[in-house]
């Protein structure tokens, strides 16, 4: 049994040393020219869409967001977001920035998938304060406490539903 909740950031460092290597593609995200996705299965049966915001040579990660879906709530699409900035790249509004911009796309995505509605969540560790004022900021939720299934370390779940227009 994990101890530790998944850290989006190792997910950046490793997303990070791919591009380097050159074994992903990514695309761009209509309508914004600076963020790119790239989709991959990481497990059977579980899809992922990452979203990065690149430097201007689009060789260095300079903000990072992983999509699960999560299952449903009240027969409505969820999709767990995990999040994370570079260290010397924080304190900028970054995180922020791209979390509202995904938002923004998998609302679209799930409006025209038919959907009228997609929840949104963040699970985010006790102690990650920084990442609490970012879901805090952007999904303006009260944040509910609860157990991590994975890690069973207490964390804090902001959920939010998003009417499709």
Do not use: W
């Not at 490793?14 to 991959?40: E, N, R, T, W």
């Not at 990481?42 to 201007?56: E, I, Q, W």
């Not at 009228?116 to 009260?142: C, P």
């Amino acid at each position: 049994m994990s101890t530790q909740m998944t850290d989006p950031h190792a997910g950046m460092e490793s997303f990070q040393q791919c591009l380097l290597d050159g074994i992903l593609d990514v695309a761009v995200v209509k309508p914004h020219k600076d963020l790119y996705s790239h989709f991959d299965v990481p497990a059977p049966g579980v899809g992922r869409l990452t979203y990065v915001r690149l430097s201007k040579d689009l060789k260095s990660v300079t903000a990072f967001l992983s999509c699960v879906m999560n299952g449903q709530i009240e027969g409505v699409p969820c999709i767990s977001f995990g999040y994370a900035v570079p260290e010397k790249m924080r304190n900028q509004g970054l995180a922020k920035q791209i979390f509202r911009d995904v938002i923004q796309d998998q609302v679209d995505k799930a409006g025209k998938a038919g959907h009228s509605a997609v929840y949104i969540e963040a699970v985010i560790d006790v102690t990650n304060t920084a990442s609490q004022r970012v879901s805090e900021s952007v999904m303006a939720v009260q944040k509910e406490e609860i157990v991590d299934k994975v890690s069973k370390r207490p964390a804090y779940r902001y959920t939010k539903r998003f009417e499709i227009a």
